[in-house]
């Protein structure tokens, strides 16, 4: 079975930066796609950055300039940066992925099979 653990998030003052991992293990495509996502209270789930086996890297126009997504193939791990952080990025967020690249690796929840519990973030 695939997993996926998220670990870092907390809070923090408007400003400030956070760095959160995911863990994967179980998943052995070798062209995939990994990204996280976020859901604020009452609001849909939304995509925030997304990588693929490649490398190449996709952001939502509201954290663009600000995050990062990143990923250590040896360690089996993802990673988001999040920098400058404002209350409105506050929410649950999830890591997830799947077996898409390229054009299939996209900020879309349906480029995404397997989704971690999530880790919240809350800015004030």
């Known amino acids: 079975d695939v997993q996926l653990v998220e670990s870092g998030g907390g809070s923090v003052q408007a400003g400030g930066s956070l760095r959160l991992s995911c863990a994967a293990s179980?998943?052995?495509?070798?062209?995939?796609?990994m990204g996280w996502f976020r859901q604020a209270p009452g609001k849909e789930r939304e995509g925030v950055a997304v990588?693929?086996?490649?490398?190449?890297?996709k952001y939502a126009d509201s954290v663009k300039g600000r995050f990062t997504i990143s990923q250590d193939n040896a360690k089996n791990t993802l990673y988001l940066q999040m920098n400058s952080l404002k209350p409105e990025d506050t929410a649950m967020y999830y890591c997830?992925?799947?077996?898409?690249?390229?054009?299939?690796?996209?900020?879309?929840?349906?480029?995404?099979?397997?989704w971690g519990q999530g880790t919240q973030v809350t800015v004030s």
């Open positions: 997830a992925a799947g077996g898409g690249n390229g054009a299939f690796c996209y900020t879309g929840e349906r480029s995404m099979d397997y």
């Open positions: 990588i693929d086996s490649d490398g190449l890297a």
């Open positions: 179980g998943y052995t495509y070798s062209s995939y796609c």
